[in-house]
């Protein structure tokens, strides 16, 4: 078998008696593709930046104002579980998710059973070292209950997190059959999400 420059005075001979294209030649003109498409699609979306800022707001600020200022509402989610008879699920989506893993890491809750995420961001913020509670790579607590993380394929605002925290969390896959961003909010039309949560019911 040839190998280096042999290999590729064979293949450019080859490519000449068969009429091929120069060898390199493809690549130039993928090259030139791409770089039209990606100037094409980095104006359009300098155009449209006002808009998709405007559409990505409230959930962007909602995070980020609950990185900034969380206690208030982690304190409020504290004193409504308190005043519940166990066993406790918290069922919580996107941001709420956040919301409950940041309290339970932080306070233990024992009359919370059960932990349900759906399309939320804690795994990324926990990996990214962004979750006020718990810094990468520091294990998920002990006291923290059974979590059920679920997500959908096409939303790109769901993380999984089996793999942050081996054996401490079940990651499902959810498909709403939605394109994204409704995806992000497809959960509670899905039967799916329902089963899967009343399974794991404590």
Known sequence: MPVGVTRDAVVGRLAAVLGAS??????????????????????????RRRALTEAAHPAAGDVLRYLSRGEAVRAGLRALIAGLEPPVAIVAHSLGGIIALDTLVL????Q?????????????????????SLEHPAPRP????????????????SYLGAGLFPGRVTDIAVDSRQPFPAAHSAYWTNAEVYRHIVERLP
């Open 22 to 47: 120069a060898r390199g030649a493809e690549r130039g003109v993928r090259s030139l593709a791409l770089r039209v498409a990606s100037s094409t699609a980095s104006r359009a979306v300098v155009r």
């Open 107 to 110: 306070t233990p809750l024992p």
């Open 112 to 132: 919370v059973r059960l932990l349900v995420t759906a399309g939320s961001q804690a795994p990324f913020l926990y990996e990214s070292g962004s979750l006020p």
């Open 142 to 157: 002990a006291h923290i209950p059974d979590w059920l993380n679920l997500y959908d394929p096409r939303d790109l605002l």
